[in-house]
Nanobody
Framework: QVQLVESGGGLVQPGGSLRLSCTASGFTFSVYDMSWYRQAPGKERELVATITRGGRATNYAESVKGRFTISRDNAKNTVYLQMNSLKPEDTAVYYC??????WGQGTQVTVSS
């Protein structure tokens, strides 16, 4: 069955960095666009970044442009989110998503001093 397992979340100080990973199984990873979403307490889930199946095109929410980078390694069935210059407002549960379908279970990112 399809599985998406996120990792790499944690507590980081403002200005710090984290790299999230999402490892996929149960489907042909290389034929799907992949995305990262996030959901902060009391807010709706929002799209953070998307990468096309070959990795040649990416798209970002305005709030993270220039700070976050999405990438993928199709040989490892893994999509990454490098997050730099983190701000308290980046605090959320981060989810990866296969195309318009399956979701991972999420990983908590907390940015606080």
């Amino acid at each position: 069955q399809v599985q998406l397992v996120e990792s790499g979340g944690g507590l980081v100080q403002p200005g710090g960095s984290l790299r999230l990973s999402c490892t996929a199984s149960g489907f042909t990873f290389s034929v799907y666009d992949m995305s990262w979403y996030r959901q902060a307490p009391g807010k709706e889930r929002e799209l953070v970044a998307t990468i096309t199946r070959g990795g040649r095109a990416t798209n970002y929410a305005e709030s993270v442009k220039g700070r976050f980078t999405i990438s993928r390694d199709n040989a490892k069935n893994t999509v990454y989110l490098q997050m730099n210059s983190l701000k308290p407002e980046d605090t959320a549960v981060y989810y990866c998503r296969q195309g318009w379908g399956y979701w991972g279970q999420g990983t908590q990112v907390t940015v606080s001093s």
